[in-house]
């Protein structure tokens, strides 16, 4: 049984054959309308979504499958005082694959540790979101034609934004790939997300504040929101909120092929006059939610076996602490803390020595 909680999780190749599946899905739905009839999917959304709780029940539907869940927290026994473990161990009896958000980071490495069935990490704070890089990844197939030899511009809230967590570890496997890592100073990609892939991979990228500046470099712009819900300092987000805006008189020195993306929901930073630019892609790239989600629904329940749960060579290590307030190894009762490579093995973060 195979769970994807990051999106390194599947090996480039078994990304290629989800994008090749989604393709033919487009081209030939009627074909995979009973693929996975009388199964159940189960959304457990601890947090708010539109896109992706949707494009997961619409991909169910479309197999021909069911689907059970809750949309918030406040509608589960979590106002009870249930834990996470528990709760996912109740949900895996009632349902043949698991979609779980969750405010916590690694929220999705503690379901998988206990559930009977696949479970797919819907985004877990400001950690990881790895089905929307697999629907990033569709759109970049379809509009670009490769994942090699790109120039990708990331813009905006890159230290909460776990979308761009990602994208750029996705990414950081092919060839030829060239980062510009476009943010205010505050809003940098976090320290773990440098060492664990652009350093590890030796990836070349820049850090700059303007985006204008960037823009006639790249392939792919991938704009995004600054993240209200994750900031402790609320007049910090109020002061970088409109830090960025993307309007159509700024494309006037893009590539022709430029692919704009956006994950969205999107507040400002789009203008709604870049809708209409050919090169905006934010729209298409939501759609193929539905059909990426689809083939991973049908990949992941074929999938047999040994569960492939997290930690296994990982260990306690009681001189550490994982200090990230944000960690599920803080507030879930019960569980093990682990550590590897002196990490938390849940939010990645370096622990601290006690
Ligand atoms: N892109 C994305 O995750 O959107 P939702 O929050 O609406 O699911």
Redesign the pocket.
Known sequence: MRNLVDILDFSTEEIDELVEVALDIIESPEKYADAAKGKILGTLFFE??????LSFTSAMMSLGGNVLGFDSAQSSSVTKGETLSDTIRMVSGYTDIIAM?HPKEGAPIVASTVSDVPVIN??DGGHY?PT?TLTDLLTIKRRCGRFDNLTIGICGDLKYGR?VHSLISAMTRYTGIKFVLISPDELKLPDYVKADFLDKCGCEYSEVTSLEEAIPSLDILYMTRIQAERFADKNEYERLKNCYELTAAMLGNAKESLCILH???RVTEIAVDVDDDPRAAYFEQ?EGGRYIRMALILMLLKTKGVNDRRGGDAMPDTSLVCNNPHCISRTERGIKQLYKNGCCIYCDQKAEKV
């Open positions: 708010p979504s539109t896109r992706t709780r958000r819907a985004g979101h929307q979308t994950p969205l929901p939501a």
